[in-house]
């Protein structure tokens, strides 16, 4: 009877254990896909997109470009553009100079 009882508190220990690791293991996040903007003259966020901004805006900083997640932009008559609660929410920023 007492075999019987430590064999069956070992097999509760190794679902409980398998039970945990199991739980600990997460499925990585898909990464969203991110948007640049160019930005005009007066420092505003515009609809045109850049596929690679760093040959219009060189340096890091701000003023020339932002990079915003998917998330944060919407399709308004089949034009992307970003959000206007998420416009000083960027996520990367290029400047000209």
Same mark, same amino acid.
């Given at each position: 009877?007492?075999?019987?009882?430590?064999?069956?508190?070992?097999?509760?220990?190794?679902?409980?254990?398998?039970?945990?690791?199991?739980?600990?293991? #997460?499925?990585?996040?898909?990464?969203?896909?991110?948007?640049?903007f160019a930005m005009d003259a007066q420092g505003n966020v515009t609809?045109?997109? *850049?596929?690679?901004? #760093?040959?219009?805006?060189?340096? #890091?900083?701000?003023?020339?470009?932002?990079?915003?997640?998917?998330?944060?932009?919407?399709?308004?008559?089949?034009?992307?553009?970003?959000?206007?609660?998420?416009?000083? *929410?960027?996520?990367?920023s290029r400047a000209k100079n």
């Amino acid at each position: 009877m007492k075999k019987y009882i430590i064999g069956m508190l070992a097999m509760i220990m190794i679902v409980v254990a398998s039970a945990f690791a199991i739980a600990g293991k #997460s499925t990585p996040a898909k990464a969203e896909t991110t948007y640049w903007f160019a930005m005009d003259a007066q420092g505003n966020v515009t609809t045109t997109q *850049l596929s690679d901004p #760093s040959t219009l805006c060189p340096l #890091s900083g701000d003023g020339c470009a932002r990079e915003y997640n998917e998330s944060q932009t919407e399709i308004v008559g089949g034009v992307r553009q970003v959000k206007a609660s998420q416009v000083d *929410l960027e996520i990367a920023s290029r400047a000209k100079n």
